[in-house]
């Protein structure tokens, strides 16, 4: 595939993609304002605001049972219990500091441990402590930083467990000695998150460059060792080229460079190739299309289907152009 030049990759939507993009749920269009507009702050604010009391996000709040649980678990292996849920309203962008979040957290950080969904070792660590698997600790530490709860411990385990070839695999214990996307997106999603709450971490900084120097000294897609285009991912089979939302705990190409144009990464001509990927997938309205969907019970029905034209798939790929073309 043809690695493009920055200005070959027009990022601004048509004035019909973007008011097909504004005509959406509150924590969609919030984002589309920041990301796609010059809208002012104030009126970015404004939309952000609904999303707690409107659309997805208040009836994903609304599911959070008395105990402070979501499906009344830690973590389950569906999209709904409490780490999915509180990994889906971090992407929705809830705000942390709106009184229904806080109210949230506060049941979650109060009640909820890890009896029943994790080893035995870890039945009463309370939610925000985590348990012992790195991409469900990595997880947990990105909602609990954005929520602003204190996950430095969670983080401290994280960068013992990074792995010799700059990420993570929840297979280490077990003997692998390769990092795995999955895995090292996981924990690179914390370490940003928890950055950003505290300031800056130096040690955690410094680990979560060596984790991206992992994704672009592999194009993000492809073997270290021989170079060879990764087809698919070995845990389950998932096509790397196919853009999903959410994302969960599963790596693909445009959830790579997301993160790399979260964290301020420069874009450099390791990107190239995994850009024109997306660059491609753009159809003739100037839209994208939900390639995948991950098998699991969703807490709330985000109105998208496989293989239509997506407003979060669009959103995202609108904004990875962006920053490549910023250069």
Known sequence: MPTPEPEALPAR??????????????????????????APAAEVAEARARVAEQGWGARLLALQAEDGTWAGAAWNRGWTSTMHVLGL?????????????RRAIARVREHVTWRGCGPAECADNAFFAGEVEPCING?????GAWFGEDVRSLIARLLTEQLPDGGWNCEAERGSTRSSFNTTLCVLEALLE?????????????????????????RLRRRATTGEL????????????????PNWWRY??????????????????????AVALVASKRDAEGRWRLDAVH?????????????????????????????????
């Open 89 to 101: 309203l971090r992407a929705l962008g809830l705000d942390p500091a709106s009184a229904p979040a």
């Open 295 to 327: 098998a699991g019970t969703m807490p709330v029905e985000l109105d998208e289907e496989l293989g239509a034209p997506s407003r979060w798939i669009t959103l995202r790929a609108l904004r990875v152009l962006a920053w490549y073309a910023a250069g």
């Open 194 to 218: 928890h950055e950003r709450a505290v300031g800056g971490d130096p040690a955690a900084a410094a680990a979560r460059r060596r984790g991206q120097e992992f994704l672009l000294a592999r």
């Open 139 to 143: 997880q947990v530490a990105a909602a």
């Open 252 to 273: 693909d190409v445009l959830r790579g460079l997301e993160h790399l144009r979260a964290a301020a990464a420069r874009p450099d001509e390791r990107v190239a190739e």
């Open 13 to 38: 939507p048509s004035a019909a993609v973007l008011r097909w993009l504004l005509d959406a749920d509150p924590a969609l269009r919030w984002q589309v304002l920041r990301d796609l507009t010059d």
């Open 230 to 245: 990764i087809v698919s991912d070995r845990k389950g089979g998932a096509d790397w080229s196919q853009f999903a939302f």
